[in-house]
Antibody, heavy 123, light 110 residues
Framework: EVQLLESGGGLVQPGGSLRLSCTAS????????MSWVRQAPGKGLEWVSG????????YYADSVKGRFTISRDNSKNTLYLQMDRLGAEDTALYFC????????????????WGQGTLVTASS | QSVLTQTPSVSAAPGQKVTISCSGT????????VSWYQQLPGTAPKLLIY???KRPSGIPDRFSGSKSGTSATLGITGLQTGDEADYYC???????????FGGGTKLTVL
């Protein structure tokens, strides 16, 4: 069974940093492209970033480019999102997501989702 | 402002059929496959439709998808109260090199 467990969320002051982690199990992590998707309170989905299985291909939404860094450690089955210079507009539930089994190498479409970790940027 | 455009809300009675539309451009829907996601209240999204009209294992055939040009449609037949959820369309945008979503459509089953 695929499991994606996010952690690292919390309250941070505007301008601060936070690192999210996503621990994966139930599948061969190194094969699959992974993404982070966020959802502000009461709002819709916003894709944040994606990374290929080997880490060689990385993509960002314009809204986070230059502030967020996605990475992965395949030896630990873990996906990361380093978030710097956080602002109130980054307050959201952050979901870890994986590619579906029939399109493992592609960032899109998104197959399985974790339950999310909440990030709040506020003073 | 979402890149893909969806009607904010739709409603229908149990047992009826409903369609949810999604509009994009030649850089996204017009250039790639459309996917649909269902988000039940308080839960994570779930993949409902991929490659315009394919259903993952376990998704009932009451759910269907179609695409024409730069627009896509999700259809749900035999509506159930358990179908009340937010529905999002998604696509890859080749100009942005990113995944884009619609703003979501809230389905109410009266």
């Amino acid at each position: 069974e695929v499991q994606l467990l996010e952690s690292g969320g919390g309250l941070v002051q505007p301008g601060g940093s936070l690192r999210l982690s996503c621990t994966a199990s139930g599948f061969t992590f190194s094969i699959y492209a992974m993404s982070w998707v966020r959802q502000a309170p009461g709002k819709g989905l916003e894709w944040v970033s994606g990374i290929s299985g080997g880490g060689g291909n990385i993509y960002y939404a314009d809204s986070v480019k230059g502030r967020f860094t996605i990475s992965r450690d395949n030896s630990k089955n873990t996906l990361y999102l380093q978030m710097d210079r956080l602002g109130a507009e980054d307050t959201a539930l952050y979901f870890c997501a994986k590619a579906p089994s029939w399109a493992a190498r592609a960032v899109y479409p998104i197959g399985d989702w974790g339950q999310g970790t909440l990030v709040t940027a506020s003073s | 402002q979402s890149v893909l455009t969806q009607t904010p809300s739709v409603s229908a009675a149990p047992g009826q059929k409903v369609t949810i539309s999604c509009s994009g451009t030649s850089s996204n829907i017009g250039n790639d496959f459309v996917s649909w996601y269902q988000q039940l209240p308080g839960t994570a999204p779930k993949l409902l439709i991929y490659d315009n009209n394919k259903r993952p294992s376990g998704i009932p055939d009451r759910f269907s998808g179609s695409k024409s040009g730069t627009s896509a449609t999700l259809g749900i037949t035999g509506l159930q109260t358990g179908d009340e959820a937010d529905y999002y369309c998604g696509a890859w945008d080749s100009s942005l090199s990113s995944v884009v979503f619609g703003g979501g459509t809230k389905l109410t089953v009266l």
